[in-house]
């Protein structure tokens, strides 16, 4: 028997590694991929897109928000895999009853390393979690030798359009910013609380008037309607479409994540280089 305790203090016990997987988060379905456990992964959320061949060999189990308890149940699963920011409480709480639900709780790399390195013990794969956490650390260090001689520039990362949502504090996106030297001007402040506030865009040159306006691919679909609509607000923001997948998933994505933050900082500054030739 052996005792694991997930990110939320959780305790668990396992006679033999659990070989039967339902996923419910899509960056943490990517991640058990890279870690060699495809065969062991029988369930599935519609947003698992990567690797892009599970949608037709693996059995999908609803969304992150809705899941359909009896086809899980049909599955027979060892252990389900959640996250406190993507799942809801209720749902785990509906899954314990079927098996034992790992939930995860991610704000920093240091909790995405931990979660990595939880798995690798939980699935037996050792080798290969640590794997992927000497790349994320090393990818990391990489990084931020790259952006120290940057200047740090203020930032408003928006989520949804139409109420207008933006990522604030306690978000592993902020986290991300933070590395990337942007200094999120939704990130402390006092008028919107939680982590995915709903914000007044009319008031954003008071608010903190940032230097750039992300819009993330996921989970909306932003047009350069709304980039025009919500530059008109600031005095000069330059407007960025940004990939969300990159900012917002967590596991083996992050490798990536911190090539692609390479070249967006270079895209911002020759942005910013069409700018003021234009003035």
């Not at 065969?39 to 693996?58: A, Q, R």
């Not at 919500?230 to 994540?257: I, N, P």
Request: proline share 4%; net charge negative.
């Amino acid at each position: 028997m052996k005792i694991f305790v997930d990110q939320l203090g959780t305790q668990y016990t396992f006679e033999n590694s659990p070989q039967r997987i339902v996923s419910l988060v899509p960056s943490q379905t990517e991640l058990l991929y890279d870690l060699g456990l495809e065969d062991k992964i029988v369930g599935i959320t519609k947003f698992c897109v990567h690797p892009f061949h599970f949608k037709s060999t693996k059995t999908i189990v609803g969304g992150t928000k809705q899941v359909k308890v009896d086809k899980i149940k049909a599955l027979q699963p060892d252990i389900i895999i959640c996250n406190k920011e993507e799942n809801t409480i209720e749902i785990v709480e509906e899954l314990s009853k079927i098996c034992p639900v790992w939930v995860t709780d991610i704000y920093t790399i240091e909790d995405n390393n931990k979660m990595i390195e939880d798995f690798g013990r939980l699935f037996n794969v050792r080798t290969e979690s640590q794997k992927w956490i000497d790349k994320i650390n090393f990818a990391k260090q990489d990084f931020l030798n790259f952006i120290k001689d940057y200047e740090t520039q203020s930032v408003a990362y928006f989520i949804w359009g139409k109420p207008y949502m933006v990522a604030a504090q306690d978000t592993f996106i902020n986290h991300l910013l933070e590395l990337n030297k942007l200094n999120n001007i939704y990130a402390n402040h006092e008028k919107y609380t939680g982590r995915y506030p709903e914000v007044v865009v009319q008031k954003m040159r008071i608010q903190g008037d940032p230097d750039l306006l992300f819009l993330s691919s996921e989970p909306f679909p932003f047009n350069d309607e709304h980039a025009f609509e919500l530059g008109r607000h600031t005095h000069h923001a330059k407007t960025v479409f940004v990939d969300g997948e990159m900012f917002s998933w967590y596991g083996s994505r992050l490798v990536k994540a911190f090539d692609y933050f390479k070249k967006l900082r270079s895209r911002i500054g020759e942005l910013h280089l069409q700018h003021s030739h234009s003035h």
